[in-house]
């Protein structure tokens, strides 16, 4: 695992897949809980799915991190 590149995934990324694909909430539905725009969702589900879809696609490892830091 050490030897693999690594690829960020921020705490709001995990938060806005799990809604919506995994509970299947709408764009909106998931603002709400997240207490964002529905834009702000879009946004941030884009740039989550893309690098799920990298690290699955290029063997890398999905590290979570929190925006915060």
């Known amino acids: 695992m050490s030897e693999l590149q690594k690829l960020e995934l921020h705490l709001d990324e995990l938060e806005a897949l ?34 799920t879809a990298q690290a699955l696609s290029e063997g890398q490892a999905l590290v979570f991190v929190d925006s915060e830091s």
Do not use: P, Y
């Open 18 to 51: 799990r809604l919506c694909d995994f509970e299947g909430l709408t764009q909106e539905e998931a603002g709400e809980r997240m207490g964002v725009s529905r834009g702000t969702v879009q946004r941030i589900i884009t740039s989550a799915r893309k690098k």
